[in-house]
T-cell receptor
Framework: DAKTTQPPSMDCAEGRAANLPCNHS???????VYWYRQIHSQGPQYIIH???NNETNEMASLIITEDRKSSTLILPHATLRDTAVYYC?????????????FGTGTRLQVTL | NAGVTQTPKFRILKIGQSMTLQCTQD?????MYWYRQDPGMGLKLIYY???????DKGEVPNGYNVSRSTTEDFPLRLELAAPSQTSVYFC???????????????FGPGTRLTVL
């Protein structure tokens, strides 16, 4: 699986957009970008994933650069409940047992 | 659906004791996983299963055993607890069918284990 690089921590004011970057310069053509988050003491939670097109769901938007070497997770109106560690994971979607490889992620702190 | 449930939530063991961490999912998922998370670190895969009767090792399987007799249950066994096994343990499942939208993993709330 391709390696990812994320900043260790970020701050965001409540109500503002939180933009979390992820670098995956060695990504392969068949690898997807997944985002999970882990709120303190809870199990990780799936947020969104994409291959090359930008994606949006009820939780967030995912912007992937044209060369696919980096991406940005956008939480459009961050709330205090979005304070969590965000993990960017790159892996092929082959329908096999391929596991998730979690790095240390970005710790997002949303403040008043 | 309850999703993925784990018991117990907390446990303290003495060195050398054994215990089983329980994991159950009600989503009829084929794939199930056990991860451990040490303080300040990411998750590491211990064991996984692609279906009833089939299990395989992950990155850190030493000191653990698993079984998968049913689709729903995937217990993790610690035979001789050691302080190095102090961690938070997460169970996860996914559908496992081909296609990006079935590849999402769903995690349980975790079991916090301390070995003294």
């Amino acid at each position: 699986d391709a390696k990812t690089t994320q900043p260790p921590s970020m701050d965001c004011a409540e109500g503002r957009a939180a933009n979390l970057p992820c670098n995956h310069s060695t990504i392969s053509g068949n690898e997807y970008v997944y985002w999970y988050r882990q709120i303190h003491s809870q199990g990780p939670q799936y947020i969104i994933h994409g291959l090359k097109n930008n994606e949006t769901n009820e939780m967030a938007s995912l912007i992937i650069t044209e060369d696919r070497k980096s991406s940005t997770l956008i939480l459009p109106h961050a709330t205090l409940r979005d304070t969590a560690v965000y993990y960017c994971i790159v892996r092929p979607n082959t329908g096999t047992a391929s596991k998730l490889t979690f790095g240390t992620g970005t710790r997002l702190q949303v403040t008043l | 659906n309850a999703g993925v449930t784990q018991t117990p939530k907390f446990r303290i063991l003495k060195i050398g004791q054994s215990m089983t961490l329980q994991c159950t999912q009600d989503m009829n998922h084929n794939y199930m996983y056990w991860y451990r998370q040490d303080p300040g670190m990411g998750l590491k895969l211990i064991y996984y299963s692609v279906g009833a009767g089939i299990t395989d090792k992950g990155e850190v399987p030493n000191g653990y055993n698993v079984s998968r007799s049913t689709t729903e249950d995937f217990p993790l066994r610690l035979e001789l607890a050691a302080p190095s096994q102090t961690s938070v343990y997460f169970c996860a499942s996914r559908a496992g069918l081909a296609g990006p939208y079935t590849d999402t993993q769903y995690f349980g709330p975790g079991t916090r284990l301390t070995v003294l």
